[in-house]
C-alpha cells in the first residue's frame, strides 16, 4: 500500500536577515487533516517558519512543496497559494471601518467573484462556527480581543483553505478571552482542518495536536508526536524548555 503523501512539505528551508541566521535547514512534512504545534523559545524561528509557508517571507534556500507542487520559486503565484494557506497573526488585522461580517465578505467578493447576498451568507455562517452570530453588524473597536480575533480566524476560512497557520494568536489576549479563541481552533482540528499552530499555550498542544514540533535557534530540534512529548521522551533541551514554560 503506497504511503501518503504529505499535504505540505518543507524541505532544507534555511532563511536570513542580513547576518543573522532565522531558520537553518529546516525539514517538516505535514498531513491532511493533522494538526502540527510549534513551540519553542522566543527567537527560536518558529514564526519566520509560519511565514515562509505562507510565502510572506519567501526561503532563501530549501523547498517548499504543497500538494506535491513546489510553491517556492513562483511568488508571483503568492497570491493564489495564499487562498489554500491561510494565516491568523498575533495582531488580528481587521478593517476598522468594517463591520465583522463585512470583513469577513470582503475576499470572497474581491478574490472569489461572489455576490455580496453569497459572501454575506458565507460570513453568517462562518460567525456562527466561530460562536459569535450576533457580531455580524458590530465593528472591530466594538468587539472584545477575543472577538475580533474570532472574526479573524471566521475572515480567513471564507476562502475555504486547505491549511490554517496560527501565529501566536492568542500572544495579544487578556487571559479569559484566551480559552474562547484555542475552543474554536480545537474544534477546526478536530473537524479535520490541518492546521499549523505557533503557540505558548501548552493546554491547547495536549488538547489538539497530533505531532509537537520544538525549535530552537533557527533549527527543528525535536518532532515528536503529542503523547510522547508530554509523557517525556523528548530530548533534554526540550524536556527544560517545557519544565520552564510549565512551572
Given at each position: 500500500?503506497t504511503a501518503?503523501r504529505?499535504?505540505?512539505?518543507?524541505?532544507?528551508?534555511?532563511?536570513?536577515?542580513g547576518?543573522?541566521?532565522?531558520?537553518?535547514?529546516?525539514?517538516?512534512?505535514?498531513q491532511?487533516?493533522?494538526?502540527?504545534?510549534l513551540i519553542?523559545?522566543?527567537?527560536s524561528g518558529?514564526?519566520?517558519?509560519?511565514?515562509?509557508?505562507n510565502?510572506?517571507?519567501?526561503?532563501?534556500?530549501g523547498?517548499?512543496?504543497?500538494k506535491?507542487?513546489?510553491?517556492?520559486?513562483?511568488?508571483?503565484?503568492?497570491?493564489?497559494?495564499?487562498?489554500?494557506?491561510?494565516?491568523?497573526?498575533?495582531?488580528?488585522?481587521?478593517?476598522?471601518?468594517?463591520?465583522?461580517?463585512?470583513?469577513?465578505?470582503?475576499?470572497?467578493?474581491?478574490?472569489?467573484?461572489?455576490?455580496?447576498l453569497?459572501?454575506?451568507?458565507?460570513?453568517?455562517?462562518?460567525?456562527?462556527?466561530?460562536?459569535?452570530?450576533?457580531?455580524?453588524?458590530?465593528y472591530?473597536?466594538?468587539?472584545?480581543?477575543?472577538?475580533?480575533?474570532?472574526?479573524?480566524?471566521?475572515?480567513?476560512?471564507?476562502?475555504?483553505?486547505?491549511?490554517?497557520?496560527?501565529?501566536?494568536?492568542?500572544?495579544?489576549?487578556?487571559?479569559?478571552?484566551?480559552?474562547?479563541?484555542?475552543?474554536?481552533?480545537?474544534?477546526?482540528?478536530?473537524?479535520?482542518?490541518?492546521?499549523?499552530?505557533?503557540?505558548?499555550?501548552?493546554?491547547?498542544?495536549?488538547?489538539?495536536?497530533?505531532?509537537?514540533?520544538?525549535?530552537e535557534?533557527g533549527?527543528?530540534?525535536?518532532?515528536?508526536?503529542?503523547?510522547?512529548?508530554?509523557?517525556?521522551?523528548?530530548?533534554?533541551?526540550?524536556?527544560?524548555?517545557?519544565?520552564q514554560?510549565?512551572?
Open positions: 500500500m501518503q504529505p499535504l505540505l512539505e518543507l524541505i532544507g528551508i534555511e532563511k536570513s536577515f547576518q543573522l541566521q532565522a531558520l537553518k535547514t529546516c525539514s517538516l512534512e505535514v491532511e487533516k493533522e494538526t502540527v504545534v519553542g523559545p522566543s527567537g518558529k514564526s519566520t517558519l509560519l511565514r515562509c509557508v510565502l510572506l517571507e519567501p526561503p532563501d534556500r523547498n517548499i512543496l504543497f506535491g507542487k513546489d510553491i517556492g520559486r513562483d511568488l508571483r503565484a503568492a497570491p493564489l497559494i495564499r487562498q489554500e494557506i491561510g494565516m491568523v497573526f498575533q495582531n488580528f488585522e481587521l478593517f476598522q471601518h468594517l463591520s465583522a461580517a463585512e470583513n469577513i465578505m470582503l475576499a470572497p467578493m474581491k478574490v472569489l467573484g461572489l455576490s455580496r453569497d459572501a454575506h451568507d458565507i460570513a453568517l455562517g462562518l460567525l456562527r462556527k466561530v460562536r459569535i452570530p450576533d457580531k455580524a453588524d458590530s472591530p473597536d466594538e468587539l472584545s480581543g477575543g472577538q475580533q480575533q474570532r472574526v479573524a480566524i471566521a475572515r480567513a476560512l471564507a476562502m475555504k483553505p486547505a491549511v490554517m497557520l496560527y501565529d501566536e494568536p492568542t500572544s495579544a489576549l487578556d487571559p479569559e478571552m484566551i480559552r474562547e479563541v484555542l475552543d474554536v481552533m480545537a474544534e477546526l482540528s478536530a473537524e479535520g482542518m490541518t492546521s499549523i499552530v505557533v503557540t505558548h499555550e501548552m493546554g491547547f498542544a495536549k488538547r489538539a495536536a497530533d505531532r509537537i514540533v520544538f525549535m535557534a533549527q527543528i530540534v525535536e518532532i515528536a508526536n503529542s503523547a510522547d512529548f508530554f509523557g517525556g521522551t523528548v530530548n533534554a533541551r526540550a524536556r527544560q524548555f517545557l519544565d514554560i510549565l512551572h
